[in-house]
């Protein structure tokens, strides 16, 4: 029998660990309140949203919720106990800037229409704003009874086509170029290609963006399509930029992502709960009953959990690798997928017993940049 999830607890400082939130609230607080407003404002001369006029995947959402008494309960809920839960209070001012279910519903509705993630150099030193809907649900999806409402596998599901039609519908398109600009707050200015360039750079390299990855400075957008087709831009050589750590010795584990590390942990039970970007998890909870491990004679079998966690709704996996196709070899430095429409988590899960020497760049107490995709991650040892 499977132990009941507990609701998460006051954490400290893995509130909003990860970057995918500011971990100053006064940022996350006035990024909603200029939402909301620009909700409001649209409202004010079309008029209140109803059945008809909302997208299919928010009504789709609000037909599940008003079906059960406990879904409309929980949602309700979930918005009037923030004020009074630490550290979930309102604003400085007072007050709440999702209000109501309703509000919240049109502000689903205006970002998934409307919104991509924006450039802003303040932000950047302190926290991006880069998960949209996670912004206005940090704080009621973490009340008691938000943690119930979207525990809910229906909320969950009717959510996750609200984050496909925000993907495919606006992010994959060219409506979302508007941030992929030069301009001041534009993902091509220059101060966001300096930090871009900065992140990208391996030790030692002062390589330019257009150098790092394919584009184009000649074209309009530098001949990006959309949001997501800059945000899964690919290296120009990634052999080169990006060379798989001794190819020949099957012994090295090569790290999987490109990724700056959070949490090292050993001896974790299938029933356990650790911390991964600031929530509970348990190995039982991020893996299928029957997963499809990579069996290597050197370290026994690895599980590669890759996250579409909050707003990051699609992890691409390469058809190759697909479940039906499965079992397949995997090379060292085999692409097996992709995250889209902004990022996300992953995690590596070996086998008990197995002892690992990791690099000093995997020390998340220590670690101060990215680790380089298929860069240098573990060694298997023997303890004699």
């Not at 009504?59 to 409309?72: G, H, P, T």
């Not at 600009?181 to 990208?200: D, F, N, Y």
């Not at 959309?226 to 899964?232: L, N, Q, T």
């Not at 995997?362 to 680790?371: F, I, M, Q, V, Y």
Request: overall charge negative; glycine content about 6%.
């Amino acid at each position: 029998m499977t132990p009941p999830t507990q609701v998460p607890y006051l954490h400290g400082q893995f509130s909003r660990v990860g970057g995918w939130l500011p971990p100053d609230p006064k940022i996350l607080i006035g990024w909603v309140r200029k939402l909301v407003a620009e909700m409001e404002e649209k409202r004010r001369w079309s008029g209140p949203l109803g059945p008809k006029d909302r997208a299919p995947a928010i009504q789709a959402f609000d037909d599940v919720v008003q079906s059960s008494a406990k879904l409309r309960m929980l949602a309700a809920a979930m918005l009037d106990e923030v004020p009074n839960k630490k550290p979930y209070l309102t604003d400085p001012v007072g007050n709440k800037q999702i209000r109501d279910y309703d509000c919240l519903l049109d502000t689903f509705q205006h970002i998934m229409t409307t919104k991509a993630p924006e450039w802003n150099m303040c932000e950047y030193k302190i926290g991006l704003i880069a998960c949209l809907f996670n912004a206005i649900l940090d704080w009621p999806m973490a009340t008691p009874s938000g943690y119930a409402f979207f525990l809910d596998q229906q909320v969950n599901e009717k959510l996750r086509d609200i984050l496909n039609t925000w993907g495919d519908g606006f992010l994959a398109t060219e409506a979302s170029l508007y941030v992929i600009t030069e301009e001041p707050g534009g993902w091509l200015s220059s101060e966001a290609l300096q930090k871009l360039e900065e992140v990208a750079n391996l030790e030692g390299q002062t390589l330019k963006f257009f150098q790092i990855f394919t584009c184009d400075p000649s074209q309009k957008y530098w001949g990006f399509k959309s949001w997501d087709d800059f945000f899964v831009r690919t290296f120009n050589t990634i052999d080169s930029l990006r060379p798989v750590y001794q190819p020949d010795n099957p012994k090295w584990i090569v790290n999987s992502c490109e990724s700056q590390p959070f949490a090292l942990q050993m001896n974790v039970k299938e029933h356990d709960t650790f911390w991964l970007k600031g929530q509970p998890y348990s190995v039982a909870e991020m893996i299928p009953s029957k997963p499809e491990y990579v069996d290597d004679p050197n370290i026994g079998f690895v599980g590669a959990v890759y996250v579409g966690m909050a707003d990051v709704s699609s992890c691409d996996i390469n058809k190759k690798f697909l479940q039906k196709n499965l079992p397949q070899p995997v090379e060292k430095g085999d692409e097996i997928g992709m995250f889209h429409f902004g990022g996300s988590t992953h995690c590596l899960l070996f086998e008990k017993g197995v002892k690992l020497a990791w690099v000093g760049g995997a020390d998340p107490s220590t670690a101060k940049r990215n680790l380089p995709v298929r860069s240098a991650l573990a060694y298997p040892y023997d303890e004699k």
